[in-house]
């Protein structure tokens, strides 16, 4: 069995999945499991919808759902789910009605609503499959991955959701292309939860590992792992082989291409994961392995996350101080707030979050004993390379590349996979394309595409 996972872009009307149908029509000997985004930008639609229809702006809200039933139904016409998709949506106009009702958001309600894009893309294209003469079958998601009850952000538990993919899927598998919704799930009480933005990946992952699949595809919009974001630096190249701890690294440091949390369960269970273009289905690709070939150039690709925000805290009492660092990651962590990055002085700590829901709270506490000062607008440029740690003078070379732009931070990870700087973020452009000129110029055609 693989996992074949489509995105967004992928889904995005009833011609895309026609394309996707192909690509699994050229692997039915594998027994494909398919994960679906919601189609396009539906999720970020149902939640402007609901923000509206919380912030009194009821009949906006009703008019962009209505908009939303119209371009679900146009791009499922002929398939014979108007009626379940009709039932959808008159479940969730009854939602946002209740929402506007109440006038607040609760994690929990979000869920609700946001799991509507893959409830209506799975059940669309699995009918579209049927249409095409493909033998698929429809699974709801949220009966198989089983999570905590962090609402918009939850965690599977992994026994449980194995013991119940295990049960169901190869079974279905074996006469059926299988179709389910990436990123929502449900509480062990039946709730609907979901895996945070982007979490289909994560879908795909989980349910790879939970049937022992072969491999994990990862079909999207561009040609693989590229060097850099193409948003920001278009023209970088294809990454042929990453490990999985590269992949995770550039994951969690902006490189949207793969949810972070990707390639945990696939690392556990030792299965290959590939990033695939569905426009460009005959180009190869990204393999993730656990290890990939060593090539000539020390880093694999350069990351970058945008919306940092630096958080610099100074205290005279922290000289020979023990205990100080301590306090303050403890308030950090009882706001629930992660810190990617961090550096130390003698009185001095810098770190970078990129969640500011709690900052004027944590502040608050921090300046009980000690002077924070906060800047936005920062942005984390992060190289990342196994070989970095066989290879002297990365650094070096690093800031060199940067010497005109003003490095406000960095840190070279214990891993020794990654160098990361902080810059602000007008300077973030530039700082791409200075280093990504200083170490693709030439690129390894082993390694890497041009
Ligand atoms: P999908 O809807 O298929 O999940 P996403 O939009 O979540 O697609 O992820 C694909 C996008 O990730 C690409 O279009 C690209 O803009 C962005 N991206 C950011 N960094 C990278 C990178 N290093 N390599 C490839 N894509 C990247
Ligand atoms: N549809 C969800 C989102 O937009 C999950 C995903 O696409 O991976 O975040
Ligand atoms: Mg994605």
Redesign the pocket.
Known sequence: MIVMKF??TSVESAEAIGRIAGIVEGQLARRPVVVV??MG????KLLAIANAAVAGQRDAALESLEELRQFHLEESAGLGVADQVAAHFQELTELVKGLAVMGEMTPRATDAV?AF??RLSSIIVMARFRSLGIDAAHLDSRSVIVTDRRHMQATPIFAETYRRTCGTIPALAAKNVVVMG??IASTEDGVTS??????????ASIVGAGIGAEEIQIWTDVDGMLTSDPTILPGAYRVKQCSFAEAAELAYFGAKVL?PATVLPAIEKNIPVRILNSRRPHVEGTLITAEAPRSTSPIRSIACKRNITLVNIVSTRMLMAHGFLKRIFEIFDRYETPVDMLATSEVSVSLTIDNIGSLAAITKEIEEFAEVTVEENQAIVCMVGDNIRYTPGVSSRAFTALKDINVRMISQGASLLNISVVVAAADLKSAVESLHREFFTDPDPAAFEK
């Not at 930008?41 to 970020?44: A, F, G, I, R």
């Not at 895996?195 to 994560?202: A, E, F, T, V």
């Open positions: 995105g967004g985004s919601a930008k539906t999720t970020n946001s894009g893959e990436g990123f979901t895996l945070g933005r982007g979490g289909s990946d994560y879908t949810h």
